[in-house]
């Protein structure tokens, strides 16, 4: 599997400001993913973040708010903007192969708390 | 849209028997049906998955089961150990189109010594 990282880890924000998350894979994967898990709650699909392209968002979420880059197979951030304390939640990016085998594996996570 | 059901929410077991959590999907073309192990404060874990051309895999204690005519999945944990105590997701997506992967509400099982 794919080795991942997120930064930051945490962070406590004030409303109205905006936070940038990134993710980095140590290998190119075809698909990049960023999810929200709010405290004892499932996983939430934000969007899929498209290498060259304009993110496909879910339901419920707009670029707006949520506006996600992806400049490589490598590399996508998701920025958390205009933030409430709604917000407050965990972030997760995650990462996939099309081909014979797809398995997806998530990133460590970033707790934000918005105050 | 797709849904994924899942039963129960909480789950307690002794350690040493078997634990079990079920599925439902929604989506008659899902075929890829992964399961995570999410530990409080981790990521979640890909712990075992079923492709809709088998019935059964099994991976030392852990084995999941798929119904495709009923649209139920099923894993099984056997002589349950304290380190089993996490929340378990299930998951159904359409693998071969690199689709999305729904998840459902989560179990918390917890091993009791």
């Known amino acids: 599997s794919a080795v991942i990282s997120q930064k930051p880890s945490r962070d406590i924000c004030q409303r109205g400001t905006s936070l940038t998350i990134q993710c980095q894979v140590d290998s190119q994967v075809t698909m990049m993913f960023w999810y929200r898990q709010q405290p004892g709650q499932s996983l939430t699909l934000i969007a899929t973040?498209?290498?060259?392209?304009?993110?496909?968002?879910e339901s419920g979420f707009v670029i707006d708010k949520f506006p996600i880059s992806r400049p490589n197979l490598t590399f996508s951030t998701l920025t958390v903007s205009n933030m409430s304390p709604e917000d407050s939640s965990i972030y997760l990016c995650?990462?996939?192969?099309?081909?014979?085998?797809?398995?997806?594996?998530f990133g460590p996570g970033t707790r934000l708390t918005v105050t | 849209g797709e849904n994924v059901e899942q039963h129960p929410s909480t789950l307690s077991v002794q350690e040493g028997d078997s634990a079990v959590i079920k599925c439902t999907y929604s989506d008659s073309a899902s075929n890829y049906f992964p399961w995570y192990k999410q530990e409080l404060g981790k990521r979640p874990q890909l712990i075992i998955d079923?492709?809709?051309?088998?019935g059964e895999k099994k991976d030392q204690r852990i084995a999941v089961t798929l119904n495709k005519t009923a649209k139920h999945f099923s894993l099984h944990i056997t002589e349950t150990q304290p380190e089993d105590s996490a929340v378990y997701f299930c998951a159904a997506s359409r693998y071969s189109s690199a689709s999305k992967i729904i998840f459902g509400s989560g179990t918390r099982l917890s091993i009791r010594p």
């Open positions: 973040a498209n290498q060259g392209s304009e993110a496909t968002y």
């Open positions: 079923i492709r809709s051309n088998v």
């Open positions: 995650s990462v996939g192969r099309t081909g014979e085998v797809y398995e997806q594996y």
